[in-house]
């Protein structure tokens, strides 16, 4: 293996590890009879994270298109899961929350979550999943042209082994 061959080595690795993880993730949620798409439970996780956010700010913290947060926020609400609200202080905003059905789907998410993260890192160390998530951010920071809002969505308590950064 060449020298230029070894540089793109974690491209490609990078590459398996999302495919491996979303596989996993998507069968995992399907077997606890919660086939949604990640991309809506990415959105209810920035509702959580972020109560009150907007659909503006959440396309620009996330780097997303405005359409299409506007289409999967519009799905949410269709099933029950988010509700909007006035704007304390702009009128022409609504802030967005989740219902009490979207809240109890959350919590099953999160349990789903956790068990394929568990896997998903099973026999490292705490230092070495630091090291990986500190590693990975600054790639994805090397990479951005936009100034995307790194939210620690994985981490659900102290003793919680996630795989997000915190700001």
């Known amino acids: 293996m060449t020298e230029e061959d070894q540089v793109h080595v974690p491209g490609e690795t990078l590459h398996r590890l999302v495919h491996a993880y979303k596989r996993r ?71 967005l929350h989740l219902t009490a059905a979207g809240s109890a789907k959350m919590e099953d998410f999160r349990a789903v979550e956790k068990e394929v993260r568990s896997r998903m890192t099973s026999g490292l160390t705490p230092q070495q999943i630091h090291d990986f998530v500190e590693i990975a951010n600054l790639m994805s920071d090397n990479l951005e042209t936009h100034k995307c809002k790194k939210l620690d969505f994985a981490a659900n308590g102290p003793n919680d082994q996630g795989l997000g950064t915190k700001e």
């Open 25 to 95: 993730l998507m069968h995992a949620m399907q077997a606890a009879d919660m086939p949604m798409p990640i991309s809506h439970k990415r959105v209810m996780k920035w509702i959580v994270k972020i109560p009150g956010i907007t659909a503006q700010q959440m396309a620009e913290k996330s780097g997303q298109d405005k359409g299409r947060i506007t289409r999967l926020l519009k799905e949410l609400e269709n099933d029950g899961l988010i509700e909007r609200r006035p704007h304390p202080e702009d009128r022409r905003s609504q802030t």
